[in-house]
T-cell receptor
Framework: GQNIDQPTEMTATEGAIVQINCTYQ??????LFWYQQHAGEAPTFLSY??LDGLEEKGRFSSFLSRSKGYSYLLLKELQMKDSASYLC??????????WGAGTKLIIKP | NAGVTQTPKFRVLKTGQSMTLLCAQD?????MYWYRQDPGMGLRLIHY???????AKGEVPDGYNVSRLKKQNFLLGLESAAPSQTSVYFC?????????????FGEGSRLTVL
């Protein structure tokens, strides 16, 4: 079966760095997405990885290792507005997205 | 810059009632999707459409029907609502043929079935 695993909840301090992990087992692989979802709002796109390595976009970076079925989202210089859920999704061999349950990130002052 | 618009945003139904959720997008996207989001679970695909006049089943299609009569609209229908259909429903769209293409989501429709 297809499976995406992420921690349910994480807590971090404002100004710090946090890494949110995602492991996956899917039928084929055509890229991995990270989305941010604030409470009561729609998910919004953060990043896309299809090749191994690190993609940096401002304070956010996303890493992929296809051989390990593993990705992480790295958030630097945390701000209170980063409090949200972070959704990992893998595009399978049929280009359908398989979604993780999301990681709720709580930022404390 | 409306993007993806869902109506209604909130609805309470009694078991057995029917309703339709409307999704409209103004980005000329070919692909449209209906997801449901439940606590502790990932987004689950209900139905999707790759173009006007075409629809397909997703992961959890039972109890739902859809129609895509116009490119910009994607309707999700519940013919006989059940408490198990209490959820937040998200519509999304994306451009066709773009593997890296991101999904654009509507704001969600919160449905409660009593």
């Amino acid at each position: 079966g297809q499976n995406i695993d992420q921690p349910t909840e994480m807590t971090a301090t404002e100004g710090a760095i946090v890494q949110i992990n995602c492991t996956y087992q899917t039928s084929g692989f055509n890229g991995l997405f990270w989305y941010q979802q604030h409470a009561g709002e729609a998910p919004t796109f953060l990043s896309y990885n299809v090749l191994d390595g690190l993609e940096e976009k401002g304070r956010f970076s996303s890493f992929l290792s296809r051989s390990k079925g593993y990705s992480y989202l790295l958030l630097k210089e945390l701000q209170m507005k980063d409090s949200a859920s972070y959704l990992c999704a893998v595009q399978d061999s049929n280009y359908q997205l398989i979604w993780g349950a999301g990681t709720k990130l709580i930022i404390k002052p | 810059n409306a993007g993806v618009t869902q109506t209604p945003k909130f609805r309470v139904l009694k078991t057995g009632q029917s309703m339709t959720l409307l999704c409209a997008q103004d980005m000329n996207h070919e692909y449209m999707y209906w997801y449901r989001q439940d606590p502790g679970m990932g987004l689950r695909l209900i139905h999707y459409s790759v173009g006007e006049g075409t629809t397909a089943k997703g992961e959890v299609p039972d109890g739902y029907n859809v129609s895509r009569l116009k490119k910009q609209n994607f309707l999700l229908g519940l013919e006989s609502a059940a408490p198990s259909q209490t959820s937040v429903y998200f519509c999304a769209s994306k451009l066709a043929g773009v593997v890296t293409g991101e999904l654009f989501f509507g704001e969600g429709s919160r449905l409660t079935v009593l």
